[in-house]
């Protein structure tokens, strides 16, 4: 079959572009190996769909070039996306921090993008293995030539059929959760265009830390406390730090590539904060940490693991809205045990366990520490050090960081600068959003971009 455009890979990105691209009058060939349509809008978000976050900012994304993603969140926004739920008639409502919801379950969204792609004309082939891809390049345009010189071309095997196109636009997302349909393929494809692809690893993920280490926490299984989690600094807090972190409304923050290069700038930021200190870098989030058997999850730790670095310990602050040197201070005299005061604070068995930890401080009444201990104990409880030993890996990861290098991509269009007619958009590319509505912002915002390029 000839079409204009084939798109391989129909989640939320490849749904998007085939609609922009159809109601552009080109003819789309959308196809995908998976039974069932956008599996992963049906389990996002709770079965809710997170679909977009109100805040969206380039600042919310990670990348080895930060500023990649800025030209397609510019031309598509959460707007635009909220006025087709509208045209819909598809109800929403915020949680907290700009993030959309649907109102009833995630499937809305999905026959939403499927009634706006047959409206357009879009071909899909569901069920449909991929083979061999074959590119034939454009000719170069002879001298004199008076006939339109021909484009480029893409031929794609498939299990129901060849397949041929000008454009081919691969939206095959990321490695997580693989029995929802998510395989290698695009980074397959970059391979054999000679495309460069960025370290890939789990994102959004629970931690591990090694059984030993963990032992004595494994017992609190199931326990939430609201902390800023940090990884890239010491624990350090001046004052001024810790105002800065207890203040989520304004943030000073800078940027910084897989090289360590500064991209300062200054932005506000509900979810996290990105500082630097002394040339060190910190990325930090508040949020609920949920103590596992196995380590440690929750909203703030997964957003913090797209972050982490394998071997360098995170630095949780347990009471962020307190300072503990002080109110340690005023208590000099009392009889109270350490953990049946932070028990204030804390469920039991977390301050008992987490007293019984401390290192080089025994769990004593508060009258019997020095000032040295209790400043000692007022760091650990602001800086609690913890080294994972890992992830929980890509079954239980929502994104891959990393992905295809956006050195080798137009901003503009996602068009290979070096492939002609070739698109990646989606997970797939090395652009991976916090927690929050962001990525499926992404997969929209790039498959627009395409869409009106191809
Ligand atoms: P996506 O993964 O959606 O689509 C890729 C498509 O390619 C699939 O249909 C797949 O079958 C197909 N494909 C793969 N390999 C193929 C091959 N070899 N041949 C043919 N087809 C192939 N984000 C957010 O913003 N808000 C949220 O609430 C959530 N929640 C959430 C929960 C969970 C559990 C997960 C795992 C992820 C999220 N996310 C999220 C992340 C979000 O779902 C994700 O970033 C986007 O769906 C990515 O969209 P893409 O279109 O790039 O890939």
């Known amino acids: 079959m000839k079409s204009d455009v084939i798109i391989i890979g129909s989640g939320a990105a490849g749904l998007m572009c085939a609609m922009q691209a159809g109601q552009r009058g080109r003819s789309v060939v959308l196809l995908d190996h998976a039974r069932k349509l956008a599996e992963k809008i049906r389990i996002s978000g709770g079965g809710h769909c997170n679909f ?13 070039n930060p500023d990649f993603c800025r030209s397609a969140l510019a031309r598509y926004t959460p707007q635009d996306f909220i006025a087709l739920l509208d045209k819909h008639h598809i109800g929403y409502h915020e949680k907290t921090l700009g993030q959309l919801f649907c109102d009833e379950e995630s499937d809305v969204i999905i026959a939403m993008l499927r009634e706006e792609c047959e409206a357009a004309g879009v071909k899909r082939f569901m069920n449909c293995e991929i083979g061999d891809i074959n590119y034939t390049p454009r000719p170069p345009v002879e001298e004199g030539a008076m006939t339109r010189p021909k484009l480029q071309a893409f031929h794609v095997g498939t299990s129901r059929g060849e397949f041929n196109s000008e454009s081919l636009v691969i939206a095959t997302g990321g490695l997580s959760i693989p ?20 370290k890939l690893k789990p994102g959004l993920v629970p931690l591990s830390v090694a059984p030993a280490d963990w032992k004595p926490y494994a017992s609190l299984t199931g ?19 810790q105002t800065d972190m207890q203040g989520a409304a304004q943030r000073v ?16 930021s509900k979810s996290g904060a990105q500082q630097v200190i002394g040339g060190l870098h910190k990325q930090s989030f508040r949020g609920n940490m949920l103590i596992t058997h196995r380590g440690l999850s929750g909203p703030a730790i997964l957003q913090i693991s797209s972050y982490w670095q394998h071997g ?8 962020p809205d307190c300072d503990m040197a002080a ?23 977390f301050s008992e366990v987490w007293c019984a930890q401390l290192p080089g401080v025994e769990n004593r009444p508060l009258n019997q520490y020095n000032d040295r201990q209790r400043k000692e104990i007022a760091a650990q409880l602001h800086g609690w050090q913890v080294t994972p030993s890992g992830t929980l890996g890509y079954t239980k990861a929502e994104v891959t960081c990393g992905g295809i290098d956006t050195r080798a991509l137009s901003s503009k269009t996602l068009e290979c600068i070096d492939v002609p ?11 991976t959003g916090q927690l929050g509505g962001y990525n499926l912002q992404w997969a929209w915002a790039s498959g627009f971009a395409a869409g009106q390029a191809v």
């Open 179 to 198: 029995n929802s349909g998510a395989t290698p393929f695009g980074y397959h494809v970059a391979e054999q265009f000679a495309i460069p692809i960025t």
């Open 52 to 64: 977009t976050n109100l805040n969206t900012r380039p600042e919310n994304f990670i990348s080895s």
């Open 312 to 319: 360098k310990p995170l630095h949780i602050n347990l009471l």
């Open 421 to 431: 007619g070739l698109y990646f958009i989606g997970e797939v590319v090395d652009v």
């Open 253 to 268: 923050t800078k940027h910084t590539n897989e090289v360590g290069e500064e991209r300062a700038s200054t932005q506000r």
């Open 327 to 349: 109110l340690l201070s005023e208590q000099k005299t009392s009889k109270k045990l350490l953990s049946n005061y932070l028990a204030q604070w804390f469920p039991k068995s």
């Open 223 to 241: 326990v939430s406390l609201d902390v800023v989690v940090s990884f890239g600094l010491g624990t350090t807090k001046s004052r001024r730090e």
